[in-house]
Structures are given as C-alpha cells and as structure tokens.
C-alpha cells in the first residue's frame, strides 16, 4: 500500500513564526502536493512538484515556500505564520505517467495560528 | 483556468437507498479526466472512482457509479445500497491530460449523511 505520512496532525503556533510542514512518501512517486482546505472552499493548490528541486507555484502561493531535496520528501513552510493560515494542509504524492494516476493522500494537518 | 462546481454543500440518504452527487465543471479542452474523491471523518482521502473524457462508457466501481455527460460537462456519482461508512466528504475534481504534474482541480465539497 502507498502510504503518505505527514509530521504531525495537530499543530499550533504563533503569529509571525517559521513553520514547517513535512511530508513523506515511501512509494518512489515523481509528483509531490501541497493543498489546503477550508470549510466551503474545498481544496485549493499551494505548490507541487514533479521531480527533486523542482517546483511549480498552484493557485494560492502567496505566503507559502517548499522544498524537495529528496524524492520522497517534500516540505511546505511558512516563513512568517499568519491567522489567516490557519486551516488544515493536505500532502498527496501521485506516480507520473502517461495516464492520469490517482493521489494519494496523507492524513492532513491541522493547523492552528494564534 | 477550470473550475468545478458541487452545487450541494450537503446530502443525506437512507441507508440501503441510492443517492446521486452532482458535478459540473468547466473547460474548452477535450481531452481530461475527471475523479471522485471521498474524505471520511478523520480519515485519509481516498479516489472512489475516475473517468477518462474520452471514454464514452460510464465508469462503474461495485456500488459506485458515475453518469458522464460531455456535452454538459456534468459528472454526476452515484451511491447505490448506501452502508454507514459511505458517510464522507465526497469531493469532484478535474484534471487536463496535458497538465504537467498531474494537477487536480477540486470542486467544494459535498458532505453525505448516511441515515440508520
């Protein structure tokens, strides 16, 4: 089974600080997300990256950065934590081919900025 | 840029009946995919089910399956024999054949209640 871990799933922080979320697939997938969701907005695309180093900017950046310097890993940080990014964060990875390849899914986490 | 449109925040069925969840999306290409996504409580995403845009045959998983309308661009799922554990966040979402990455875009959700 693909299985998709994040750090942690319950996180709270303070406004202003450095945040770092991580995620960690063991199925060896080129294609790594990061998504947020909010009640009534669904899912919404932070960033992804489809091979080590590389990054694509999704719908809502502003306020995020990410890393990938290992293929099973990838990292959403928030380099100045804000209320307004308080909200649950979602990491998927997907196998890159040809045909659409579902997401797999983490289990999410839940932050919290006071 | 596409978007994806769940016009029922939420729906409630009886369990053992059948319910239908509805999708429209918008687009101008014609080559894509299309998935349904479920989120139960507290539990880890998981794709019930996925139809190519260029097949015309409905895709059918065991009691889910899915009515494809190309021409109305609607994507509708259906739930036959509803159980207790069908109760989730059902999310729709689309994706181009020709994005890189294998970008989704979700619609906003439908929450389903499964009535004992």
């Known amino acids: 089974d693909v299985k998709v871990t994040q750090s942690s799933r319950y996180l709270v922080k303070r406004t202003g600080e450095k945040v770092f979320l991580e995620c960690v697939q063991d199925?060896?997938?080129?294609?790594m997300f990061w998504y947020r969701q909010d009640p009534g907005l669904g899912l919404r695309l932070i960033y992804f990256?489809?091979?080590?180093?590389?990054?694509e900017k999704g719908d809502i950046p502003e306020g995020y950065s990410v890393s990938r310097e290992k293929k099973e890993r990838f990292s959403l940080i928030l380099e100045s934590a804000s209320t307004n990014q308080t909200s649950m964060y979602l990491c998927?990875?997907?196998?890159?081919?040809?045909?659409?390849?579902?997401?797999?899914f983490g289990p999410g986490t839940r932050l919290t900025v006071t | 840029a596409q978007t994806v449109t769940q016009s029922q925040p939420e729906m409630s069925v009886q369990e053992a009946e059948t319910v239908t969840l509805s999708c429209t999306y918008d687009t101008s290409e014609s080559d894509y995919y299309l998935f349904w996504y479920k989120q139960p409580p507290s539990r880890q995403m998981i794709l019930v089910i996925r139809?190519?845009?260029?097949?015309?045959q409905n895709a059918t998983e065991n009691r889910f399956s899915v009515n494809f309308q190309k021409a109305a661009k609607s994507f509708s799922l259906k739930i036959s024999d509803s159980q207790l554990g069908d109760a989730a966040m059902y999310f729709c979402?689309?994706?181009?054949?020709?994005?890189?990455?294998?970008?989704?875009?979700f619609g906003t959700g439908t929450r389903l209640a499964v009535r004992p």
């Open positions: 139809q190519e845009a260029y097949k015309q």
């Open positions: 990256s489809y091979d080590v180093k590389m990054k």
């Open positions: 199925m060896d997938h080129e294609n």
């Open positions: 979402a689309y994706r181009s054949a020709w994005s890189s990455g294998d970008k989704l875009t």
């Open positions: 998927a990875s997907s196998l890159a081919a040809v045909f659409a390849y579902e997401q797999y």
